[in-house]
């Protein structure tokens, strides 16, 4: 089994930066892509950010120029820098991993809210 463990969510006022973190553990022979999803109240979840275990990133349209992701391979981790935060990234922010072991199956984090205050 794999547990997926998000930090750092909160409030900030508007203009302002948050970081994110994810950390997986659990039975891990290694991790294909890691990512970064949102959900507001009342909409669907949507990505925010991904990256493979390469470093190759892809960006919501909604995030482009204002989040960087990055990993640590060695700490099975995932960072998520968000800058010049709106009113409307205030969402429940998951992160999620592709794990490989005996088989390939994403797993997902509980969740971190963040807030933006305006």
């Known amino acids: 089994q794999v547990q997926l463990v998000e930090s750092g969510g909160g409030l900030v006022q508007a203009g302002g930066s948050l970081s994110l973190s994810c950390a997986a553990s659990?039975?891990?022979?290694?991790?294909?892509?890691m990512g970064w999803y949102r959900q507001a109240p009342g909409k669907q979840r949507e990505l925010v950010a991904l990256?493979?275990?390469?470093?190759?990133?892809n960006y919501g349209d909604s995030v482009k120029g204002r989040v960087a992701i990055s990993r640590e391979n060695a700490k099975n981790t995932v960072y998520l820098q968000m800058n010049s935060l709106k009113p409307e990234d205030t969402a429940v922010y998951y992160c999620?991993?592709?794990?490989?072991?005996?088989?390939?199956?994403?797993?997902w984090g509980q969740g971190t809210l963040v807030t933006v205050s305006s």
């Open positions: 659990g039975s891990i022979f290694s991790i294909n892509d």
């Open positions: 999620n991993a592709g794990v490989i072991d005996r088989g390939y199956r994403i797993y």
């Open positions: 990256i493979t275990n390469s470093g190759t990133t």
